[in-house]
């Protein structure tokens, strides 16, 4: 048994790995979450009498609290989920950004350092800071440009990624000189679970089923590479036992798609799923709406590096992914209608009101 301390784990990838550790692992999880607009208790309800769960409502940019969790915890590895994720809204106020993404990483990194620091030699040896990170951080590809390897060089475009890009940054530096035990890994465009609606697929989701437009920005032919959330839960699961310390591994789905093939299928599949859906077929709800400032043309993943020397493939196809994302958005009406606050409809009426 191994206690991992994750940050942001009641986000959406951070709750699915937390859940997926806790149902394939003995280990233990420290959860540290600020519980911004983006992190749901109710993501973690099911765990609410599992004793290898801890909750921790905390920022990961305040170090005392962190001195203390590492303290009394030990744990074995820290997996960092915690981040502002969404472009648009660092496009609309970046300041956060730069306050969690860079700042808290720097925060994070400095405890984890001293907390290293004082470790035995052979706990020292074990010990891992594992970074999550974004394709995002290697800017925009053209139509045939191969796709982003671990050597490209960074080229961040938004708010967002250019504030992943500088954590990065920061993680390298800290095993370069410190010699911090780190892993990177630069993940695509994942969709699944307890995604929040801000995103893509559950915001076509959500608005295909209330009859409301479904906003393609621009001419819809960006292209993302989609991953499914449990098989980067298991990307992430194997480079924290076999990735070497200080390196970076790219991971994707391997399923390049353009917006307008996404919404599409989450049409199609919903026509499928609700047949009695008065707003059948869901495609005629698309529209064109203005594109997003800087927009990235195309993003694509090369994940030769982790299958060759770590052995990890994703188990699931986009059409297998899609199906099983589509039909857990409409078993969980609760979550989704709990997830339609106040807060969410002022976001929706500052990003898409004047579009
Ligand atoms: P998310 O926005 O759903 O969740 C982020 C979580 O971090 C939330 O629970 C939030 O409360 C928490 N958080 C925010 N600021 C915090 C702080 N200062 N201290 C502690 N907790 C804080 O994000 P996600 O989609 O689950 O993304 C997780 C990580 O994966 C991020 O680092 C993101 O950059 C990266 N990533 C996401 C995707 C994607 O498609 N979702 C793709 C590539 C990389
Ligand atoms: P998003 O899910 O925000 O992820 P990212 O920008 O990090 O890739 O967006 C995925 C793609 O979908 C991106 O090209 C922007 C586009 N998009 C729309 O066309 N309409 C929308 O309402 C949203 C949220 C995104």
């Known amino acids: 048994m191994k206690v991992l301390l994750v940050t942001g784990g009641a986000g959406f990838i951070g709750s699915n790995f937390v859940h997926s550790q806790l149902k394939n692992t003995e280990n233990k999880i420290i959860n540290l979450d600020k519980l911004t607009y983006a992190g749901n208790p109710q993501n973690l ?53 730069i306050q969690t993404n860079v700042v808290g990483t720097f925060h994070l990194l400095e405890a984890i350092r001293a907390y290293w620091n ?20 290697y800017g925009s590809l053209t139509t045939d440009a191969p796709a982003f390897s671990e050597t490209n060089p960074y080229a961040p475009n938004s708010p967002y990624s250019a504030s992943k890009a500088a954590s990065d940054h920061l993680v390298r530096a800290y095993h370069h000189t410190y010699g911090l035990p780190t892993l ?67 991971i994707g789905g391997n399923y390049e798609k353009t917006n307008l093939e996404i919404v599409h299928t989450v049409c199609a599949i919903l026509d499928e799923l609700v047949p009695d859906s008065p707003y059948r077929p869901h495609h005629k709800l698309i529209t064109y709406v203005k594109d997003r400032p800087g927009h990235d043309r195309r993003y ?19 059409e297998s992914g899609i199906r099983k994302t589509i039909a857990w958005y409409l078993e969980h009406r609760g979550w989704v209608e709990n997830i339609s606050s106040g807060s969410y409809q002022n976001w929706i009426a500052k990003n898409y009101g004047a579009r």
């Open 300 to 318: 694509a993943i090369d994940p030769s590096k982790i299958a060759r020397e770590i052995g990890w493939q994703p188990a699931e196809t986009f």
């Open 118 to 137: 004082q470790l035995n030699p052979q706990s020292q040896q074990s010990f891992r800071f594992l970074h999550i990170s974004t394709d995002e951080v």
């Open 45 to 97: 309800a099911t765990l609410a009498n599992e004793s290898r769960h801890v909750f921790v409502q905390g920022d990961i940019g305040d170090s005392v609290l962190l001195e203390k969790l590492l303290a009394d915890h030990q744990p074995d590895a820290v997996v960092n989920f915690a981040a502002e994720s969404h472009v648009d809204r660092s496009i609309h106020g970046p300041e956060d950004f």
């Open 184 to 250: 990177t890994t630069n993940c695509s465009n994942n969709y699944g679970p307890f995604q929040f609606p801000e995103k893509l697929i559950p915001l076509l989701i959500m608005n295909a089923l209330q009859g409301k437009a479904l906003p393609i920005y621009g001419d819809g032919q960006n292209i993302r590479d989609w991953l499914y959330v449990e098989d980067h839960c298991s990307a992430i699961a194997a480079v924290l036992a076999k990735g070497s310390v200080g390196e970076v591994y790219n």
